[in-house]
């Protein structure tokens, strides 16, 4: 048997009923390099059917959606597109100006020269020319709507045409996949998800030329306002639980990170500021090299000039008490995250959910159970800002390779040994550049700590957008913005002047 026969009937047995026609396709699409146009008409026909029963998932879903929305738009046309809308609100206005007009005319009858008589005739006046302004406007939009049907059908045609001159292509990958894998779920055509397609389809197509039919009758979900009343209310029950449950532990952190946060301001703040300038200065050279030395020297003269020193100051104690925190707590939960799988899923889902729910949002369980403060704005900084700490550290302890524990292993090194000579080392780029995002994201939360009572530059900030004042927030802006330049460059280290 040749080697060309044997193609032969793996296609028929791919292929079934239809294996000449994809013997023939897939000869031509294997004679050129690159795409070979070709023309598959049930595909065109079909369309998300013909996907569904040849189980091309990854291209049934979007064609499908395609086909749903020009399907919208020309259910939206035949409706009479927005002239609907137009019209009904030109009906609404014709009633309100002859009920205004009969009343004005009752009120010429009885006097004719009285205030009320003119307000009334103005606003009927008023009402019929705001009445034929709508009845054009919709007479407009019965005009347009043969544009927006022509563009439905053409969204349609392209669509369905942009499937046929892919299909055989998308058969012919499948097909390869089906004889390096043996797969049977992935040969010939399924009458079943054909249906399941179909079904969805003669699902989905009356909803939308119901809803465009008759507008009011799926205008809104059916929901029930108490519902959203009674929930809130529970919600309310339990965070006054919780609170009351938790007040003796959160009055403690309060006081420890108080107490945290004073003793660092005041360093920073009462310390005199040539002092502190000058450490700073010191600490930019040794650690990442004079091109951050000048960049930080550049920086504090901004904020000196400008009026920003102690601001400033007072930030730098919020974002370090925060990002100390974010640290202590981060890189262990980071390290066991990195060694033990279970702990790393359990974990995972907790720094999904602080990420991406909106900082405003647990503002409020925040304020709820420690009050306004600025102990409230560095735990809600910690809870924004953990997240990078802990993924990269965990990424860094993970991607560890094996064959260096083996080799410390082998060497009779302990456990410790391994974590703080081996893990821990070999893990630190991806430590430190958790880190650095660490102190980014926590120096992004200033401007909203500011909102409950945390001061700094943040205040500045928010005050600028109180008043509508563009330079002053312009310029406070930029010195939260030489802020995170400045420690990020000084995180990185040397790195960042090479």
């Known amino acids: 048997m040749t080697e060309q026969t044997a193609r032969d009937e793996a296609i028929a047995r791919f292929a079934g009923s239809n294996g000449a026609y994809y013997r023939q396709a897939f000869q031509r699409i294997g004679d050129r390099r690159g795409y070979t146009p070709s023309v598959n008409a049930a595909a065109v ?18 064609f499908l959606i395609a086909d749903l929305l020009a399907v919208v738009v020309i259910a939206f046309a035949l409706s009479g597109g927005a002239s609907t809308e137009q019209g009904a609100r030109a009906e609404r206005l014709e009633r309100l100006a002859a009920t205004r007009l009969s009343e004005a005319k ?11 008589a003119k307000s009334l005739t103005r606003s009927a006046t ?3 020319q705001a009445a034929r302004e709508a009845r054009q406007t919709a007479a407009d939009a019965k005009a347009g709507a043969s544009l927006i049907l022509a563009l439905g059908g053409g969204l349609l045609a392209a669509t369905r045409l942009g499937l046929g001159a892919i299909a055989n292509h998308l058969v012919e990958c ?18 079943l998800h054909s249906a399941g397609a179909a079904a969805l389809l003669a699902i989905l197509i009356p909803i939308i030329a119901l809803h465009f039919s008759d507008r009011t009758l799926l205008d809104a ?53 040539p002092v502190v300038m000058a450490i700073i200065l010191a600490i930019a050279w040794q650690l990442a090299g004079f091109r951050v030395f000048l960049l930080t020297l ?4 901004y904020l000196a000039i400008l009026g920003y020193w102690e601001k400033s100051m007072q930030t730098v104690a919020l974002l370090g008490t925060a990002v100390l925190i974010s640290i202590a707590i981060g890189i262990p939960l980071g390290v066991l995250c990195g060694y033990n799988r279970r702990v790393a899923a359990i974990v995972r889902p907790l720094l999904d959910f602080m990420q991406t729910m909106p900082a405003f949002v647990y503002l409020i369980p925040v304020i709820a159970l420690f009050g306004i403060g600025k102990s409230s704005g560095i735990i809600a900084t910690v809870i924004f800002g953990i997240p990078p700490v ?3 550290t ?21 456990r410790s040994f391994i974590l703080f000579k081996v893990d821990l080392p070999t893990a630190a780029p991806s430590i430190m550049a958790g880190i650095s995002q660490t102190i980014l994201m926590c120096l992004s939360m200033v401007v909203i700590a500011a909102l409950i009572g945390a001061k700094g530059l943040g205040e500045d900030v928010l005050h600028a957008l109180q008043y509508a004042a563009q330079g002053q927030g312009l310029l406070a802006g930029l010195a939260i913005l030489l802020c995170a330049i400045v420690l990020d460059r000084m995180v990185q280290g040397r790195r960042a002047d090479g």
């Open 126 to 128: 008023a009402l019929e």
């Open 390 to 392: 802990v993924r990269l």
């Open 174 to 191: 499948r097909f390869r996949e089906w004889r390096l894998e043996s797969d049977t779920a992935k040969s010939g055509f399924s009458p």
């Open 298 to 301: 550049v920086a504090i003269s």
């Open 45 to 62: 026909l079909l369309g998300p059917i013909w996907l569904g029963g040849r189980r091309l998932w990854s291209a049934f879903w979007p």
């Open 221 to 273: 979900f059916p929901s029930d306002p108490a519902w959203n009343s009674a929930a809130a209310a529970w919600l309310d029950h339990v965070i006054s639980s919780i609170s009351a449950t938790l007040a003796p532990a959160a009055g403690a952190l309060t006081s420890a990170i108080n107490g945290m946060l004073g003793l660092l301001e005041a360093a920073l703040t009462e310390t005199p500021w």
């Open 394 to 414: 965990a990424l860094g302890i993970a991607s560890v390779p094996p064959s260096v524990r083996e080799a410390a292993i082998a060497f009779g090194a302990s």
């Open 106 to 116: 009752a009120a010429n009858d009885r006097d004719s020269t009285s205030t009320i």
